[in-house]
């Protein structure tokens, strides 16, 4: 089992970066597959980006396509995201996830491990 916690949101101007973190507990964290996902009030739950376990295929979803990168450091345990020029409508809750099978899934359904989430807010 592994347990997942977020940082590095906060409020950032339209055109600017964040870099969120997912920290692991656990020393298996290297065979698990993770992905960044969000949520906007009144929005379902949507997939921003994975990565496999070796960190050697990336996925993202295309409203972050050459703005995000995912990448993950096995030594440190952790799972990263940069957002750069970010926009009003990457304002949402952000989640970092993971699962022990090798694929990288789309679905939320397909994570089981969740962590408790990371606000970003973007003015304009």
């Known amino acids: 089992q592994v347990q997942l916690v977020e940082s590095g949101g906060g409020l950032v101007q339209a055109g600017g970066s964040l870099r969120l973190s997912c920290a692991a507990s656990?020393?298996?964290?290297?065979?698990?597959?993770v992905g960044w996902f969000r949520q906007a009030p009144g929005k379902e739950r949507e997939f921003v980006a994975g990565?496999?376990?070796?960190?050697?295929?990336?996925y993202y979803a295309d409203s972050v396509e050459g703005r995000f990168t995912i990448s993950r450091d096995s030594a440190k345990n952790t799972v990263y995201l940069q957002m750069n020029s970010l926009k009003p409508e990457d304002t949402a809750v952000y989640y970092c996830?993971?699962?022990?099978?090798?694929?990288?899934?789309?679905?939320?359904?397909?994570?089981?491990?969740w962590g408790q989430g990371t606000q970003v807010t973007v003015s304009s």
């Open positions: 996830a993971s699962r022990t099978a090798i694929s990288v899934p789309l679905s939320p359904a397909a994570y089981g491990y």
């Open positions: 656990g020393r298996t964290f290297g065979s698990y597959t």
């Open positions: 990565i496999n376990r070796s960190g050697d295929s990336v």
